[in-house]
């Protein structure tokens, strides 16, 4: 399967008001994620779908994210299939964490990349 034609976007690309979907699972989301973002776990994605067409139903884009590009490149060209404006977070997380945008965590704790 080629992702070639699957629109991406570096972490540099990504709007400090735009919309992050997050679709690592709990474990991964708790241990740090980008605030504001909407969580739906891919393992979850086909049964929450209606959430991310309310999220988008004003036209804005979906960017999303995993931990490193792999699940968010399987979403994103689902999205897309779906006629949903959507990237792919290139490098995921640990490009996010490495390019210091900032990281947030439900509890208060030190946010990382799990």
């Known amino acids: 399967m ?12 990504v709007p400090s008001d735009g919309l992050v979907l ?7 989301w708790a241990a740090g994620h980008v605030e504001g973002a909407l969580h739906i776990p891919m ?12 999220a ?3 036209g804005r884009k979906a960017f999303v994210m995993c931990r490193v590009g792999g699940r968010s490149a ?9 006629g949903i404006d959507a990237a792919n977070i290139e490098g995921g ?10 990281m947030v965590t439900d509890n208060g704790n030190p946010a990382f990349v799990l």
């Not at 393992?43 to 309310?54: I, Q, Y």
């Not at 399987?74 to 779906?82: D, E, W």
């Open 93 to 102: 997380m640990q490009a996010w964490d490495g390019a210091g945008r900032p």
């Open 22 to 28: 997050d679709v690592r699972e709990d474990d991964e």
């Open 74 to 82: 399987q979403v994103t060209q689902y999205l897309v299939q779906q």
């Open 43 to 54: 393992s979850d994605f086909v049964a929450r779908f209606g959430e991310v067409t309310e």
């Open 56 to 58: 988008v139903a004003d």
């Open 2 to 13: 080629s992702f070639a034609q699957l629109p991406a976007v570096d972490v540099a690309g």
